[in-house]
């Protein structure tokens, strides 16, 4: 992936973070973060997530879903996954759990 790939990566990230801080648990369940790094995100200017996107050379996005839950995941019918994908997130109140 190249640099400029990250670059808008994260910054689409830390943006969509910012917005859905307003959302409640929303953001949480959508990045993946705790409460306590979306919080500081949403009071990022757009200097300091500019910054940020360009300096930390990873992409801060990352896939969720254990090896398994992204098995059955693509072997669903295209209606269901959304669903499924959302419950496998929040099933034992924890990102990443499986979902039987």
């Not at 969509?16 to 409640?24: E, F, H, P, W």
């Not at 979306?38 to 300096?55: P, Q, S, Y």
């Amino acid at each position: 992936m190249e640099k400029r790939d990250i670059l808008k990566i994260n910054r689409q990230f830390l943006l969509l973070t910012r917005q859905l801080a307003q959302d409640g648990k929303a953001a949480e369940l959508m990045t993946g973060l705790p409460r306590s790094v979306i919080d500081k995100i949403a009071n990022l200017d757009m200097d300091e997530i500019e910054e940020l996107a360009e300096t930390v050379g990873i992409s801060l996005y990352t896939l969720r879903l254990t090896d398994p839950a992204f098995s059955r995941l693509i072997q669903m019918p295209r209606d269901a996954k959304s669903t499924y994908a959302e419950a496998t997130l929040v099933s034992n109140g924890r990102v990443g759990a499986t979902f039987p």
